[in-house]
DNA sequence: CAAATAACATACTGATCAGTATGTAATAGA
DNA sequence: TCTATTACATACTGATCAGTATGTTATTTG
């Protein structure tokens, strides 16, 4: 019963999400948001609750989504070094392609609201958990399959390569030279032996 | 000729430092800073000007801070391996002591200013830059002493640790277990041989 | 001491912030 | 068709934002 709704909730909440990407959580205004999703204000607070509610719909779609896509693309290669260095050479593209160096959305909030807010701070880690168990997968199907050496941790190296993935990541929106992070993931992925 | 500076310039500034610090920059507030570095709003705009002027100088304080401490604590240690496992042994110590996850202010401002304000960009990637080459010259002095294998590559090397230092930094704000960051650490310096 | 200068404190500016009250339009069931 | 309900758009709220105008106090120079 009443009106039926004239928004549809996931797209609104697509474009909430690459604005809080683009642009952080505090730096985003309302004003900003309501002109991006194309609805008007109480129709978000009345979807979403508030600021911070959107904001964490918007975190929660990002990191689903992006971790499908982690799986899929350290999944669908049979070789696991190759996996790795496509997939560390996709981040790099992307962001050198793009006219603006929005990063890693999960990333970004680990800096500006995990250390403020505990919910931010664990929804962040657990995603970057969740990532280092997808490839600590990779890394043990890659010793079974006898790609990789049979006495490496690969709990442990599955975890400083998510070090490198955020340090890498992070370091891109300073637009550093290229030759500095193509070496630094040659070194890196020389771990993978 | 005229009326003498009540405040210490320097000390005030260290006190905006450490709030832009712990806050950022969008959510430290003019008020804020007043009552923390303890003078009044025209004095702060006398001396630096606006608000992303007394960001730039806290910055720039950090950073050139932050040098000399790396440079110090990699130069006092006869041995390369031994300086750089204490020098990231130190950087988790710190994180994990304190309540307040700051993680390093040059990093916190490459994520919220640097993509969209390019001197910023241009001051951050100059500060990793710097620290990479402190790095670069530890290792060079590792293989010409005899510690460290004499066909690695120093610059390649030290860019890949600058990485993992700051995917480091950046994880440990969303508090992961001890052992995830130990594990890193670990495996990350075993490209030290 | 008088004039000039500069830092001081208070209080203000218009703009913008997140969030909401209010009235209207559209849908469902009775 | 009438009523209840929900979404809609507009306009508003008090609070807070960065930055400044104004007048006072302290210091130096003449």
Chains 1, 2 share one sequence.
Request: charged residues 25%; glycine residues 6%.
């Amino acid at each position: 019963m009443g009106r039926i709704r004239e928004f549809d909730e996931e797209k609104v909440l697509e474009a909430a999400m690459q604005l809080f990407w683009e642009k952080g959580y505090e730096a985003t205004s309302l004003s900003d948001l309501t002109s991006r999703m194309g609805i008007q204000r109480p129709s978000i607070y009345s979807a979403f609750g508030d600021k911070k509610g959107l904001f964490e719909a918007a975190l929660r779609k990002y990191t689903m989504s992006r971790a499908s896509d982690v799986r899929t693309k350290l999944h669908n290669n049979p070789s696991v070094k190759e996996a790795f260095s496509t997939f560390f050479e996709d981040v790099v593209a992307e962001e050198y392609t793009e006219g603006l160096s929005r990063g890693c959305f999960c990333i970004n909030t680990m800096v500006e609201l995990a250390p403020h807010d505990e919910k931010f701070e664990i929804l962040t880690r657990e995603h970057q958990m969740y990532l280092s168990v997808i490839f600590q997968e990779t890394i043990e199907r890659g010793i079974q399959s006898g790609e990789l050496e049979p006495h490496i941790d690969a709990k442990a190296l599955s975890q400083a390569l998510i070090v490198s993935l955020i340090g890498l990541t992070v370091i891109m929106k300073s637009r550093p030279n290229r030759s500095f992070v193509d070496n630094s993931i040659k070194v890196t992925l020389s771990l993978l032996k």
